[in-house]
């Protein structure tokens, strides 16, 4: 099969495409610079993971999702996925926002949560200032400038200064139409001194179908603000997928990341936080399983600018079947980063004869005066602690499932809200048996 | 017949190609308690490991039954399910399953379907073993042996024993590490245990464990081998005059056996 590496996407498409979501001129501009970029880009530098038969060019790029009135309208897989009386959510189907609810007292206070469409026309001085300028460039590589080019989907997240937000704000993306790609971006502002927990849900059930997923998170926590990510990536095997998630840490401030990535197709997942501030802080926690033959790329990079900066890389993956998987985990200490701390733990649990893991742990140090550490494995469950749940009774299965369960648990309790945690087990429950 | 009989007859056991148990023969009664002694690296933790058959340990030679069944064809959990039990000296961690729900799930594999221990009553019999035993009430919440202190670890093998109730428990130095405190604790939680229906095989490197649990029957091991056996009045005798006896009386210049020599 010969896998096409142009886009059918054109010049006239995408300003059409463009006019009809009502967007501002200069969002056509970064389209139609972004298209034109894309053509010569390369492709992400992955060192180990060969994409080229990959799919990245056959999916349906528009496709309207059905409005709804009330959350029971949704189908059960997805009704699971909501948090208990979540006040803040956002459905998107498809391409569309098909449910948005933001709690009164929250608009009130001045938060912004809605559709990125919306956003570049009702608050463009601040998507203008944030969209794809300091965390994620348009120009990257080829599939960033694509991202820009066809984005159909889009959640804009701001908090005011000061304004601590308690309860969870979550989005669910469900798409629903097989073929449906998602060029999706996710922009998150948490301004001076708030705080806010957001979750976000990705699910599809294309097994058959082939599409694409082309997600870019930039999250910016300015100085003293507290966010906390929590994500559950669940594309079916026909999404081929691409997820770059940025953050940007102030003076501070804190980015905490629990990273649920459960997609069944190819997969190149890169998180990397910048920690520009003095005193910035993130945990960059996820969890994986491969199974089938599916082919993925993580990469969690931690990059230290500010003084006493702390980052810390937690990665847990299992693989099964003929999957394969490369970690790879990256801190940088920046010339001047005096007293950064840079730690990172990649671990990967080797199920069966056929699956391949390899955990690459790199540390690039320009500083002197840090502390930095890090540790990789990749193995079996461990005979001995299956012998010693066995010799309470318990069978080698359970016994297999507890060790697995305890080994993505670190990263899974870490997940905000209570549901998607119990969900993210239960993906995991499957995937594995 | 009051509770069960392990048969432990002429065993082998190797690790890695060396032998290390040449020929153990041991019967444990319900209603007994057996006490193995002998200075370390005589094969003593390989007869614990190899019963419950750690997965490092191969049995070349002899048999191991349990109630006339044969414990060697069993998977580890059948060994379990059969009756038998090990507290292990070196306690694995587990992290992720809570020391509450571990204790549930072990004691739920060992019944029918449908006849599980209902909650409350679970939670009830875990307070009270915990009490028993003087653990703090948030180790049930705790994962599974993870960060516990040695002694921690200790008392959770007897919680685990204590709640699991099995036919024979074999307990593997289960005083190493433990303070003088500690160990009367521990003692009494297996003093308790004691009925017809419960046999145990206490292996210890001290004599002060029995000086707590008062055993019917003492055996010494040395070269993998159980060289003497006696009433509590050997351990008494070798707690007053050491081992050395026992070798010039058997004519043995190096008690240990395999690598550890």
Redo the contacts between chains.
């Keep these: 099969m010969a896998v096409e590496t142009q886009l059918p996407y054109d010049k006239q498409y995408v300003t059409e495409y463009s006019e009809k979501r009502n967007e501002p001129s200069w969002f056509k501009d970064i389209r139609l610079q972004a298209l034109e970029q894309s053509e010569d880009l390369p492709m992400p530098k992955l060192e180990k993971t060969r994409v080229r038969n990959w799919n990245f060019t056959n999916f349906k790029h528009d496709v309207a999702g059905e409005q709804i009135q009330s959350i029971d309208e949704l189908p059960e897989k997805i009704r699971v996925l909501l948090g208990e009386d979540v006040e803040n959510l956002i459905i998107v189907r498809n391409n569309d926002v098909a449910y948005a609810k933001l709690s009164e007292d929250l608009s009130n206070q001045g938060v912004i949560f809605e559709d990125l469409f919306t956003a570049m026309n009702e608050h463009s001085d601040l998507v203008k200032k944030y969209f794809m300028q300091q965390g994620v460039s348009v120009d990257e590589n080829k599939l960033t400038a694509r991202h820009a080019a066809l984005l159909n989907s889009g959640i804009f997240l701001y908090l005011p200064k000061n304004v601590v937000v308690q309860e969870p704000i979550q989005v669910v993306f469900w798409q629903e139409d097989p073929e449906a790609a998602l060029y999706n971006h996710v922009l998150l502002v948490a301004d001076q001194h708030s705080e806010v927990t957001y979750v976000e849900n990705y699910v599809s059930d294309n097994d058959e179908e082939e599409t694409v997923a082309n997600i870019v998170s930039e999250i910016f926590a300015l100085d003293g603000a507290k966010v906390s990510y929590g994500a559950v990536d669940n594309f079916a095997k026909g999404t081929t997928t691409y997820v770059n998630r940025r953050g940007t840490v102030e003076r501070d401030a804190t980015l905490e990341w629990a990273l649920g990535q459960m997609n069944d197709g190819n997969t190149i997942s890169e998180n990397i936080t910048n920690l520009m501030g003095d005193n910035s802080l993130s945990h960059a926690k996820a969890v994986s399983v491969g199974r089938g033959n599916q082919k993925q790329d993580f990469t969690a990079n931690i990059r230290h600018y500010g003084k006493a900066s702390e980052g810390y890389i937690l990665q847990h993956g299992v693989m099964k079947d003929s999957a394969a998987s490369i970690f790879n985990g990256i801190g940088k200490v920046e010339h001047g980063a005096t007293k950064a701390n840079a730690e990172q733990e990649s671990r990967v649990l080797m199920l069966s004869d056929g699956a391949r893991g390899d955990a690459n742990p790199i540390l690039l140090i320009d500083e002197d005066d840090v502390t930095a550490g890090h540790a990789a494995s990749v193995g079996r469950v461990?005979?001995?602690?299956?012998?010693?749940?066995?010799?309470?009774?318990?069978?080698?299965k359970?016994?297999e499932r507890?060790?697995i369960?305890?080994?993505?648990?670190?990263v899974v309790?870490e997940i905000p809200i209570e549901t998607v945690q119990k969900q993210l087990r239960e993906v995991i429950e499957g995937k594995v048996y | 017949m009051a509770g069960s009989t392990l048969e432990i007859k002429d065993l082998h056991v190797e690790i890695e190609g060396e032998e290390i148990l040449k020929g153990v023969n041991l019967t444990i009664n319900g209603g007994e308690f057996h006490a193995v002694m002998g200075p370390n690296g005589t094969g003593k933790s390989t007869l614990a490991s190899a019963i419950?058959?750690?997965?490092k340990y191969e049995i070349t030679k002899g048999e191991v039954k349990l109630d006339g069944e044969d414990v060697l064809e069993m998977?580890?959990?059948e060994?379990?399910?059969a009756g038998l039990?090990?507290a292990?000296q070196y306690?694995?961690e587990?992290?992720?399953?809570t020391n509450s729900d571990?204790l549930r799930?072990?004691i739920n594999?060992?019944r029918e379907e449908g006849d599980e221990i209902p909650l409350m009553k679970f939670i009830k019999e875990m307070d009270a073993t915990m009490d028993d035993l003087e653990i703090d009430k948030n180790m049930a919440q705790r994962?599974l042996n993870e960060g516990f202190s040695g002694g921690e670890k200790k008392r959770n093998e007897i919680l685990?024993l204590m709640m699991?109730k099995p036919a024979i428990a074999v307990l593997d130095e289960i005083d190493s590490g433990l303070d003088i405190d500690a160990l009367k604790v521990v003692a009494n939680g297996i003093n308790k245990m004691r009925s017809d229906e419960f046999g145990c095989l206490i292996i210890t490197h001290y004599q002060r464990l029995l000086d707590y649990i008062t055993p019917d029957h003492v055996h010494v091991m040395m070269q993998g081998r159980v060289v003497k056996s006696g009433g509590p009045e050997l351990a008494q005798r070798l707690e007053a005059e050491g081992y050395d006896w026992i070798k010039d009386e058997l004519g043995i210049d190096d008690e240990t056996v395999g690598q550890k020599a």
């Design positions: 461990d005979p001995i602690q299956l012998f010693y749940l066995m010799s309470r009774g318990i069978s080698q359970e016994a507890l060790v369960h305890g080994f993505l648990d670190p309790r | 419950m058959g750690h997965p998977e580890v959990d060994r379990a399910q039990f090990l292990m306690p694995s587990i992290s992720g399953v571990f799930s072990s594999a060992r994962y685990q699991l």
